[in-house]
Nanobody, 120 residues
Framework: QVQLVESGGALVQPGESLRLSCAAS????????MNWYRQAPGKQRELVAV???????NYANSVKGRFTLSRDNAANTGYLQMNSLKADDTSVYYC??????????????WGEGTQVTVSS
């Protein structure tokens, strides 16, 4: 039993910044990877960013140079720093994590999403 909860979404103006958090809880041994997706109305889900257990990151072209991933392994928490936000970034952002539980079972966990709206 594991759970992911995203937080930090808000209504902001273009050019402003937000930091999203993804907190995992439950019977967790470790988190191998944490990923961020987003889905805007009428569009398919997009993989935004990936961070692996060793801290390596990859970003979608649409967010490169503006978004930055980080993670606090001790806190079982990942962060997505979003700078220079654009209207096109408006979306529901979802956290996804590959988690190994104390039972040894692997679990692909998803949060319920947090709304980011960028509008003037």
């Amino acid at each position: 039993q594991v759970q992911l909860v995203e937080s930090g979404g808000a209504l902001v103006q273009p050019g402003e910044s937000l930091r999203l958090s993804c907190a995992a809880s439950g019977n967790i041994l470790s988190i191998y990877a944490m990923n961020w997706y987003r889905q805007a109305p009428g569009k398919q889900r997009e993989l935004v960013a990936v961070i692996t257990s060793d801290g390596s990151t990859n970003y979608a072209n649409s967010v490169k140079g503006r978004f930055t991933l980080s993670r606090d392994n001790a806190a079982n928490t990942g962060y997505l720093q979003m700078n220079s936000l654009k209207a096109d970034d408006t979306s529901v952002y979802y956290c996804n994590a590959d988690i190994i539980q104390v039972t040894g079972e692997l679990h692909d966990a998803w949060g319920e999403g947090t709304q980011v709206t960028v509008s003037s």
